[in-house]
């Protein structure tokens, strides 16, 4: 499994990363009501203590990306994260279409950073 990671989503990431200190996680949020596996969201967290549920990883071109091993049924082998200037937000692929269109950055308080 593999993340492609652009040069414009790279510099969104690295320049919110710099502002907030802690790991850099791929995560998929799922208490967003209700608990299903399915029935959930990507993102990114930058979490500051280690948080046992993160128990696989993912390689990505800003190197592995811990993430939760139950998560990766979700995912395909190949993905890409872009960034979309005219909404301003991180944009998830893979062959099979659209995963999430406004990935957002979360801190350990679940609060968007970006």
Known sequence: ??????E????KIETTCSRHPGQLVFYYESRIGCTCGNNGIFLLKIIQQNDPELDATISSSLGDLPVQGWSLPFLDDEMKLDYNETKSTLVLRSNSGLINDNLLILNDANQAVF
């Open 8 to 11: 414009s989503a790279q510099k």
């Open 1 to 6: 499994m593999y993340l492609t990671i652009t």
